[in-house]
C-alpha cells in the first residue's frame, strides 16, 4: 500500500513536471484570487471594472466573440443597464427583405462584435500578429489568470544585448519574451466610474477578473453544487462503511 | 449456494418464461459464489463497470447538442458548455470520466499482474481484458479529437501519420483521414466511431464477465477454493463492500469534476484547431504518457527498418505483450505474496511505467530522451527476460493449505464452524 503510494506520488509529479515544463520562461507569480479555492466566488465589482477595460482598452484588438451582452447579467446588471450596454454597438444584420445587409444598434441577445472582420484584417493591422480571441484565454494559457496578469504587468526594458524590432516589446512572462502586443495599459488609461484609481496593477487585476468569468461562467454553480454533493457522497460513504461492516461482522 | 427460488408471484411468471431473475442472481447476487477473502484491490472491476455506464449516458446526451462539423464542433462544446442547461456538469463529467476509467483499469490490471490472475484458467478473461483496454484506448483517442481544440487536432494528426512509416504508408493515411489532411471527412469519423466503440466495449465487457465467471474470482492467496467454507455469495458481501468503494470513488471523481476540471486537460486544447499553427508542445493526455514515451525513444535506424516504425512497433508492442504474459510467466505460484522476487520486480515495473510517464510529458532531449529509452528497454526486459526467469529460478514460498486458513488464524475446525454461518442466511 505504502509503495502503491509513493508511486502514485511519483505519477503526479511526473504529470507536474509535465505542466510545468511548458513554460521554461519565468513563470508567473501565484496571486490570490477571489475565485481561486474551493469556495472562491467572482468579485462583481471587480469584473464590472473588468469590462471597462475590456471595452475601453483591449476591444480595439481583441474579440470576445463567446459572450454575448445577456450574459452580463451575471456581473450584477440589470436588463435595463444590458440593454443600454448593447445599444452602445452598432452590429450587422440582415438580409432583409430587399436582400440587403443592414446596421442597427445592439441588442442584449447579440454578441460582442469583433474589432476585426476577419483574421488577416486584424494581422494586417497588429504588424502580422492577430491578437487572439479573449474569451477562453484564462483557461488557455498555462498559468491561467496568473498568466495573464503577468502578462499586462510585466513589460519591462530588454536586457543588454537584445535587439527589439520597432513592433516588438520585451515581456517577462511572454514565452519567447518578444511580443507584438505593445504594453495595452498605462497610468490612467480608464477612468473608473466607482473612483478606484486606475494603476496598471488595478487594471489588469481586474481585467483578468472578468476574463475569469468570461471564460468559465459556471463556476460559481459548479462549486455551490460541488460542496453540496461532497458532503452528502461523504455522509452516504460513511453509511455504507458502517452497512459494510455490519453485513461482514457476521464472517470474521 | 442456494437455487433460485422466487416468492413474489410476477417474478415466478415472467422467471418461467424468461429465466432473467436467477440470471441475475448467478451474475451478481446470492447465487454467485465468490472466495471470501478479496481484498479492496477487487473492487476495480465493477468500478470500471460503473465508470464506463456513466461515461455511456453523459456521452449520449453529450452528442444531443454536438455538432460533428470542422467549421463548428469548438463552438458547440463551448455553447455545451455555456448555454445548455448543466451542460457544463455533463461535459466535465465525461472529460474526468475517462482519465477516472483509464485509471481504475491500470489499477485492475496492475491488479492481475501482481496477483498472477491472468495464469491457468484465467488467461482469456485476461486476454479479453487487454482487449478491452485496447478499444478503451481507440475510444478515447477518437473521443478527444471532437472538441477540435488544437491538440484534438494535432495529436489526430500526429498519431495518424504514424502509419506512413508503414509500407504504402501515404495510401493509408489518406484514406483514414478521407482527405489529404485530418479535415472534416476525420472529424466525422471519429465521431461515429467514438459513438460505436463503447457498445462494442460492453458487449466485450460482457465475455470477460461471462469468462470470469466459468472459475469466478482469483484472490489474494491465489490458490483455488477447495470448498464451500472459502466462499461467500456475492450478494450481500460484495455488493455492499463494492458499493462502499463505489462511495469512495464518486467523492474523489466529484473532487475532480467540481474543484480541479481541468487538472489533467492540457490548456491549449481551448484554443480553436488551427492547421496552420503548430503548438510547441504536442502531448496526448495522461493515460498515453508512457506510450508515447516508448514511441519517441527510438531515435535511431536499424537495418532497413526507420526509427519511426521501430518506434510506432514498440509502442504498440507494449500492450500487446500483454497478452502474451501468462505464456511468459510460467510461475505455478499465483499471487506475489509467495513470491519474493517478483514481488520486487512487480514494483520495479510499476515505477518503470511511472518514469515513462513523466517522461511522456517532457521533450524527448537529454536527460528525458535517455531515461525514457532506459525505461523502455526496461518495460519490455521485464516480460521478455525477467518474467520467464523468474519461473525457472524464484524460490517461491509455502502456500497456505486453504483460502480459509491465513484468513481465519484459528485455522480448521473454527473456520468450518465461522463459515457455516453466513452460509445459512445465503
Ligand atoms: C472496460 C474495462 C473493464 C471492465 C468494465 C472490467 C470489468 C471486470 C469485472 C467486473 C471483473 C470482476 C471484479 C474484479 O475482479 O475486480 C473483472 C475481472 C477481471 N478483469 Fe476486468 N474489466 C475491464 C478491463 C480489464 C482489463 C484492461 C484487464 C487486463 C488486461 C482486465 C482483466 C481482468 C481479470 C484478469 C479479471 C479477473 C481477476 C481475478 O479474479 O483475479 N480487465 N473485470
Redesign the pocket.
Known amino acids: 500500500m505504502k509503495k502503491l503510494i509513493i508511486a502514485a506520488a511519483v505519477v503526479f509529479a511526473g504529470l507536474q513536471a509535465g505542466t510545468a515544463r511548458a513554460a521554461e520562461d519565468t513563470d508567473p507569480p501565484a496571486r490570490d484570487w477571489s475565485f481561486s479555492g474551493v469556495f472562491g466566488q467572482y468579485d462583481r465589482a471587480a469584473m464590472q471594472r473588468g469590462l471597462q477595460v475590456y471595452r475601453e482598452v483591449c476591444a480595439g484588438c481583441h474579440s470576445l466573440r463567446l459572450i454575448a451582452f445577456r450574459n452580463l447579467e451575471a456581473l450584477g446588471y440589470g436588463e435595463d443597464e444590458i440593454e443600454a450596454i448593447a445599444a452602445e454597438y452598432t452590429v450587422v444584420d440582415g438580409p432583409d427583405d430587399e436582400g440587403e445587409m443592414f446596421e442597427r444598434p445592439g441588442l442584449p441577445a447579440d454578441r460582442f462584435p469583433s474589432p476585426f472582420a476577419n483574421p488577416k484584417a486584424a494581422a494586417a493591422a497588429n504588424n502580422g500578429a492577430v491578437p487572439p480571441d479573449l474569451s477562453l484565454m484564462i483557461k488557455a494559457r498555462d498559468g491561467g489568470a496568473d498568466y495573464v496578469h503577468a502578462l499586462l504587468t510585466g513589460y519591462v526594458d530588454p536586457p543588454d544585448g537584445v535587439e527589439l524590432l520597432d513592433v516588438q516589446s520585451y515581456n517577462l512572462y511572454f514565452p519567447g519574451h518578444l511580443t507584438a502586443m505593445a504594453p495595452p495599459l498605462s497610468e490612467d488609461a480608464v477612468a473608473y466610474g466607482d473612483g478606484t484609481p486606475a494603476t496598471v496593477e488595478r487594471m489588469a487585476s481586474d481585467v483578468v477578473s472578468f476574463l475569469a468569468w468570461t471564460a468559465e461562467p459556471a463556476m460559481e454553480e459548479r462549486k455551490r453544487m460541488g460542496i453540496k454533493v461532497i458532503l452528502f457522497l461523504l455522509v452516504f460513504t460513511g453509511v455504507l462503511y458502517a452497512v459494510k461492516r455490519k453485513v461482514w461482522a457476521g464472517l470474521h | 449456494m442456494s437455487e433460485f427460488k422466487p416468492t413474489n408471484p410476477v417474478i415466478r411468471w415472467i422467471e418461467h418464461r424468461l429465466p432473467i431473475f436467477s440470471f441475475i442472481d448467478h451474475a451478481v447476487g446470492s447465487g454467485y459464489p465468490t472466495p471470501r477473502n478479496l481484498n479492496y484491490w477487487?473492487?476495480?472491476?465493477?468500478l470500471?463497470?460503473i465508470a464506463?455506464v456513466i461515461l455511456i449516458i453523459t456521452g449520449i446526451v453529450l452528442a444531443m447538442q454536438y455538432t460533428p462539423h470542422a467549421d463548428y464542433a469548438f463552438d458547440s462544446v463551448e455553447r455545451i458548455m455555456r448555454d445548455v442547461n448543466y451542460g457544463w456538469l455533463l461535459r466535465y463529467i465525461h472529460m474526468n470520466g475517462a482519465s477516472f476509467f483509464f485509471i481504475v483499469?491500470y489499477i485492475?490490471?496492475f491488479r492481475?499482474l501482481y496477483?498472477g490472475?491472468?495464469k491457468e484458467p484465467?488467461e482469456l478473461?485476461?486476454m479479453i481484458?487487454?482487449t478491452?483496454?485496447l478499444l478503451?484506448m481507440a475510444t478515447a483517442f477518437t473521443g478527444y479529437v471532437l472538441p477540435w481544440g488544437q491538440l484534438s487536432y494535432w495529436a489526430a494528426r500526429v498519431i495518424t501519420n504514424m502509419f506512413t512509416a508503414f509500407p504504402f504508408g501515404e495510401t493509408i493515411v489518406t484514406w483514414l483521414w478521407g482527405g489529404y489532411t485530418v479535415g472534416n471527412p476525420t472529424l466525422n469519423r471519429f465521431y461515429a466511431f467514438h459513438y460505436l466503440l463503447p457498445f462494442v466495449?460492453v458487449g466485450v465487457?460482457f465475455m470477460?464477465?461471462w469468462a470470469?465467471h466459468r472459475f469466478g474470482?482469483?484472490?489474494p492467496v491465489g490458490i483455488e477454493a477447495d470448498g464451500p467454507q472459502d466462499k461467500i455469495p456475492f450478494h450481500p458481501y460484495y455488493t455492499v463492500k463494492d458499493l462502499f468503494g463505489l462511495g469512495v470513488y464518486l467523492t474523489l471523481f466529484a473532487a475532480l469534476v467540481f474543484f480541479a476540471p481541468n487538472m489533467l486537460g492540457e490548456t491549449i486544447n481551448y484554443v480553436e484547431a488551427d492547421p496552420l499553427v503548430t503548438p510547441a508542445h504536442i502531448v496526448p493526455e495522461w493515460y498515453f504518457l508512457p506510450y508515447y514515451a516508448i514511441l519517441r525513444s527510438v531515435t535511431f535506424d536499424i537495418w532497413f527498418l526507420s526509427a519511426k516504425l521501430i518506434g510506432v512497433i514498440l509502442m504498440f508492442g507494449s500492450t500487446l505483450i500483454?497478452f502474451l504474459v501468462p505464456w511468459l510467466d510460467r510461475s505455478p505460484v499465483r499471487s506475489a505474496r509467495f513470491r519474493p522476487w517478483y514481488k520486487w520486480f512487480f514494483w520495479i515495473w510499476v515505477f518503470d511505467v511511472a518514469v515513462l510517464t513523466w517522461v511522456g510529458a517532457n521533450l524527448p532531449v537529454p536527460p528525458y530522451l535517455y531515461i525514457g529509452q532506459v525505461a523502455s528497454v526496461w518495460y519490455f526486459f521485464h516480460f521478455l527476460v525477467i518474467l520467464p526467469l523468474l519461473s525457472i529460478f524464484e524460490p517461491t514460498k509455502p502456500l497456505p493449505s486453504s483460502i480459509g486458513e491465513p484468513v481465519l488464524k484459528g485455522g480448521g475446525a473454527s473456520a468450518a464452524g465461522a463459515a457455516s454461518k453466513p452460509m445459512e442466511k445465503a
Not at chain 2, 42 to 46: A, E, L, Q, T, V
Request: net charge positive; hydrophobic share 50%; charged share 5%.
Open positions: 477487487w473492487n476495480y472491476g465493477s470500471a463497470g464506463l483499469v485492475h490490471l492481475g496477483y490472475s491472468y484465467r478473461l485476461w481484458g487487454v478491452l483496454l478503451m466495449i465487457v470477460h464477465i470470469l474470482s482469483s484472490n500483454l
